[in-house]
């Protein structure tokens, strides 16, 4: 079945710019979406079809897909962005349509 | 309001069973991709088992054959029912809307342990 791959963890000081990878063959021809969860909490869907943003998600969070990697790119960090990241892309031609990446913890330095 | 209540969690000895409940407001189960995704302890997440709109459903191997996924259209609720439980299913088990997954539950704790 289908793989996607994320760094276990990245780090960046406050008001850089944090980019966030997830690599699968040909991921570019995939819709990707992102979730991010704190702990202690549900999931929140922050980009989703590789760069639409839901209501409420803030404009410093954006997305990119090509190739064989996505990208969720977090802009002017805060230290509330703190927290782990996970890629997903639906496979509706395959008998596992719904898979996860491994997430990736992002601190705040 | 719009959500999922989780319910049915609990701890459960191995090779037992158990049945959670994801109640919906605010929209119609039966109208949307429903999905379980599980969250072991100090893990990340993995999907479970989807119920499509049109009521295929799949499941991930790891459950296959031992969980089923339902719902009750008048009762607006998803459920999962899960059979032969063993250590590895204890986890944070989450109800999530849609594809992409645009509303998750608050989920509820599922501990398999003698």
């Known amino acids: 079945s289908y793989v996607l791959t994320q760094p276990p963890s990245v780090s960046v000081a406050p008001g850089k710019t944090a980019r966030i990878t997830c690599g699968g063959n040909?991921?570019?021809?995939?819709?990707v979406h992102w979730y991010q969860q704190k702990p202690g909490q549900a999931p929140v869907l922050v980009i989703y079809?590789?760069?639409d943003r839901p209501s409420g998600i803030p404009e410093r969070f954006s997305g990119s897909n090509s190739g064989n990697t996505a990208t969720l790119t977090i802009s002017r960090v805060e230290a509330g962005d703190e927290a782990d990241y996970y890629c997903?892309?639906?496979?509706?031609?395959?008998?596992?349509?719904?898979?996860f990446g491994g997430g990736t913890k992002l601190t705040v330095l | 309001e719009v959500q999922l209540v989780e319910t049915g969690g609990g701890l459960i000895q191995p090779g037992g069973s158990l049945r959670l409940s994801c109640a919906a407001s605010?929209?119609?189960?039966?109208?949307?991709?429903m999905s379980w995704v599980r969250q072991a302890p100090g893990k990340g997440l993995e999907w479970v088992s989807v119920?499509?709109?049109?009521?295929?459903?799949y499941y991930a191997d790891s459950v296959k054959g031992r969980f089923t996924i339902s719902r009750d259209n008048s009762k607006n609720t998803l459920y999962l029912q899960m059979n032969s439980l063993r250590a590895e299913d204890t986890a944070v088990y989450y109800c999530?809307?849609?594809?992409?997954?645009?509303?998750w539950g608050r989920g509820t704790l599922v501990t398999v342990s003698s």
């Open positions: 079809y590789d760069s």
């Open positions: 040909n991921i570019g021809s995939k819709s």
């Open positions: 119920i499509y709109s049109g009521g295929s459903t």
């Open positions: 605010g929209f119609t189960v039966s109208s949307n991709y």
């Open positions: 999530a809307r849609g594809r992409p997954f645009d509303l």
């Open positions: 997903q892309v639906w496979d509706s031609s395959s008998d596992h349509p719904v898979v």
